[in-house]
């Protein structure tokens, strides 16, 4: 994947990072990087990474994550709006 896209930023979506999407800066070359629903992405990665890790905000402590599809939704959708694509 790197190799494929080496002008792109890597951003890596995960419920243990502290960042919100909504406080990051979005670029249109960024790749949203997700987990699989049932582990989510390798700990090796996201220490590796951690300046580009990201979260969605989950205000019920009750609920541990969200569904793949609809985190992708939501942070897509931040991306977009922010690189004004809906203009």
């Given amino acids: 994947l ?3 896209l080496p ?3 890597f951003v890596y979506l995960t419920t243990k990072a502290t960042r ?3 406080d990051f800066s979005f ?5 949203l990087v997700f987990g699989p ?3 989510g992405l390798p700990e090796m990665l996201l220490r590796d990474n951690s300046e580009h890790c990201l979260t969605i905000p989950m205000p019920n402590k ?3 994550s969200l569904n793949l ?3 992708v939704g939501i942070v897509l959708y931040e991306a977009l709006r922010q690189i004004n694509r809906f203009e």
């Fill in 2 to 4: 790197y190799a494929s």
């Fill in 7 to 9: 002008k792109s930023r």
């Fill in 20 to 22: 919100l999407h909504t």
């Fill in 27 to 31: 670029a249109d070359t960024d790749c």
């Fill in 37 to 39: 629903e049932t582990r």
């Fill in 62 to 64: 009750n609920v541990r």
């Fill in 69 to 71: 599809a609809t985190s």
